[in-house]
């Protein structure tokens, strides 16, 4: 219980001091002396027979790797304390009582877009907007759909499906879509734009991503706890992995469900109000986030330099620097996202945050920055950089066998023992935290049926740290890439992300041609091993071995098909797949009625946006109503003329990307296009646009179905 003291430094967005700093104290004492212990097992191994350059050199990795192993470890102990003795006395959403409803203010709902799924992000936001409307308390909030979409069919079809949603829930001057002329700055620099447009209208900001989904409960909570809270400037909700179909996806899914909320306890246990942003799901407060949150440009070029590309950690110090709490509100319910389904995908998605974590090594000695948020910076970092950490670490102890180094025969015994003990050690610090995340999960009844019954809940378990296990050295290897492509100065191209999953899951040809080369790195390495030492080879089987299976385990995962037979047969459930929320159900209803009626767009499908937005009036008038007016100049305007006719007499085919997007932004090229093409004698069209007209009649005007909901 609170004494009253401690509830009013908690609605002053902090901790009293002292008791943080025993907390803290507690803490990073446990990871110093775990590592100690087993840093004194390696050197006692090491310098049996005298230290040399290879052995000082995997003592020195062994350190920085075994600090991040005791730094996980910790965590889970402490979280797992705390949640068994009832949760954290200490934590934001005690400053909200049960039952006590507060004054909202007004909140932006911003949802940035690039290039992704029509359907799902707009069937998405009717799902969160229809929730939010269900609490009575809609009239505090805005929605945006912020979009940074480079291609003609996205950007049409956002327009009309916006369009759509508005009339059917009645949504005009409360669901707002802007499209950017410039997409500068990715994602982060969609929000600055937005901020600098209408951000002084709202006093709160919710960052959802395009496969976000909040209940409009979980969304009425943050924004009352803002309210009740009024030195916290971000908090941060944790998102739930869901709607997964292949073995992969649902592999994330149960892994970060049942193992999760004991990670989570133990970092809010030492953070406390100097937290992190996940960049999204998540409440700001917009004044001093516009104020102190501007990202600096670092010094050089890509990769390294330039603009920040993992925008989130960088603004979440930026907060701190300025005296606003950041907290994480892990016990908020109704917050979800959907993961990649496949290997590949995530490794696409982690290249990217790779190179942006990396560039965070800029910031560790920026100044005025919280010893905290240094330590989070730095977390982010040895996310990536621990794998190739790793890689040396084996591969310099292969070597350390090949020359023929180590103990002398007389202490044979003893090293075995001793490898054999830091072994031990290694694993109970690695295993430990996911039997006590079983234990809690299996110390809840009604929480055990939700994951499919006792048996099926162990079995689940036990196929997870299997696959985890086959897993890791893949993505050792995939990590180490992306960190060596970093510092080699190639950059990153930055890709829709890939949500939905595909029937047919990864082909044999992108399997090989993203894991052939891990195969042979694996076979060389095994077969080295072997015949420097049979014993060793043996110590790096559960290495060696993944590698040479990825290909055949990168498919099997991909496979929806597997997936479902998987959830057929109750192993990896979640409690958000066996008992899902009604928002998720109604999304699920949603997306099936509108995949199923898409309309058929053959042989027009690659220009189709294109076509509605100079063809259709209604989809005329509604691009061009969305579109800021410029006043051209002249030699633009003999440009756009010429640009014009070459569409109309030789299709979408004689012109180029560029110059179609061009003419999309150009609200006196498009009336003028949609009046030349009705106005035209047939003969004087291309074929496509006679094919186009011919077919009007007969194709789907909206690209999203009317689902009256």
């Known amino acids: 219980m609170k004494t009253p003291a401690a509830q009013e430094l908690l609605l002053a967005g902090r901790m009293a001091p002292g008791r943080l700093a025993r907390r803290r104290f507690l803490f990073f004492t446990a990871i110093f002396a775990l590592t100690s212990v087993a840093v004194w097992f390696l050197a006692d191994l090491l310098w049996r027979g005298g230290l040399s350059g290879i052995e000082l050199s995997l003592l020195a990795i062994f350190v920085v790797l075994f600090a991040h192993i005791a730094t996980g470890f910790v965590t889970a102990v402490v979280g797992f304390y705390v949640v068994n003795r009832g949760g954290d006395s200490a934590r934001i959403m005690t400053t909200l009582p049960a039952g006590e409803e507060v004054t909202l203010a007004s909140t932006a709902i911003v949802m940035p877009v690039c290039n992704e799924d029509v359907s799902r992000v707009f069937e998405g936001l009717r799902v969160v907007y229809r929730s939010v409307q269900e609490t009575k308390r809609l009239e505090h909030f805005d929605f945006f759909v912020l979009s940074d979409s480079n291609q003609p069919n996205q950007w049409i079809q956002e327009e009309m499906a916006w369009l759509e949603l508005c009339k059917q829930v009645g949504g005009f001057g409360r669901i707002f879509y802007r499209k950017r002329r410039h997409s500068i700055n990715k994602k982060a620099g969609n929000l600055g734009d937005f901020l600098r447009r209408w951000g002084r209208r709202y006093r709160y900001m919710i960052v959802l991503d395009a496969d976000s989904i909040m209940t409009g409960r979980a969304l009425v909570q943050l924004v009352a706890l803002m309210e009740r809270n009024p030195q916290v400037g971000i908090i941060q909700t944790v998102p739930r992995l869901v709607n997964g179909e292949t073995l992969f996806a649902r592999l994330q899914a149960f892994a970060s469900r049942l193992h999760g909320e004991i990670f989570l306890a133990g970092l809010n246990y030492w953070q406390q109000h100097e937290g992190n942003y996940w960049g999204h799901n998540a409440v700001i407060r917009v004044q001093p986030f516009i104020e102190h949150c501007a990202l600096p440009e670092l010094p050089g070029s890509e990769p390294f330099g330039g603009r920040i590309l993992s ?285 199923r009626h898409l309309p058929p767009l053959e042989p027009l499908r690659a220009d189709y946006g294109l076509l509605q937005a100079v063809l259709d009036p209604y989809v005329n008038a509604l691009h061009v109503s969305l579109l800021r007016q410029r006043r051209p100049t002249e030699e633009s305007r003999e440009w756009f003329a010429q640009l014009r006719a070459r569409l109309l007499r030789d299709g979408p085919g004689g012109c180029t990307p560029r110059e179609k997007m061009a003419l999309l932004l150009d609200a006196e090229s498009m009336i003028a296009l949609h009046r030349g093409l009705w106005e035209s004698r047939a003969e004087d069209l291309a074929d496509w646009w006679r094919l186009a007209m011919r077919q009007y009649n007969v194709l789907t005007v909206a690209p999203t179905t009317a689902l009256y909901r």
Not at 410 to 421: E, F, P, Y
Not at 481 to 503: P, S
Not at 547 to 559: F, G, Q, T
Request: charged fraction near 15%; aromatic fraction near 10%; include cysteine.
């Open 311 to 595: 925008h989130d950690f960088v603004e979440a110090a930026l907060m701190r620097k300025a005296g606003w709490g950041v907290w994480l509100a892990a016990d908020i319910e109704g917050s979800f996202e959907e993961g990649p389904p496949t290997l590949i995908d995530a490794a696409k998605r982690d290249r990217r945050w790779c190179q942006g974590n990396l560039q965070h090594t800029w910031l560790l000695t920026a100044r005025g920055f919280r010893p905290a948020n240094r330590l989070h910076l730095v977390m982010g970092v040895m996310g990536y950089v621990s794998s190739p950490l790793w890689l040396l670490f084996m591969v310099l102890g292969t070597v350390h066998v090949g020359v023929g180094s180590g103990v002398p025969a007389a202490g044979a015994g003893t090293a075995l023992a001793g490898a054999v003990a830091l072994f031990g050690f290694t694993m109970a610090l690695l295993f430990l935290p996911k039997l006590a995340a079983l234990a809690v999960a299996l110390g809840r009844p009604e929480e055990v049926e939700r994951y499919g019954g006792r048996a099926r809940l162990v079995a689940g378990f036990l196929l997870e740290i299997a696959l985890s296990a086959l897993l890791a050295p893949v993505n050792m290897l995939f990590h180490s890439k992306f960190v060596l492509f970093t510092l080699l100065g190639q950059g990153v191209t930055w890709l829709t992300q890939r949500r939905g999953a595909d029937e047919d899951g990864t082909d044999w040809r992108e399997a090989i041609l993203t894991h052939g080369g891990q195969t042979v790195f694996g076979a060389i390495w095994g077969i080295s091993a072997f015949v420097l030492s049979p014993s060793f080879a043996l110590w790096l089987a559960p290495v060696v071995v993944p590698l040479m299976l990825s290909i055949p385990l990168s498919i099997v995962l991909s496979k929806a098909g597997v997936g479902r037979a998987f959830r057929r047969h109750g192993l990896l459930l979640t409690p958000e797949e066996s008992a899902p929320p009604y928002e998720l159900r109604r999304l699920h209803q949603n997306l099936a009625e509108c995949y």
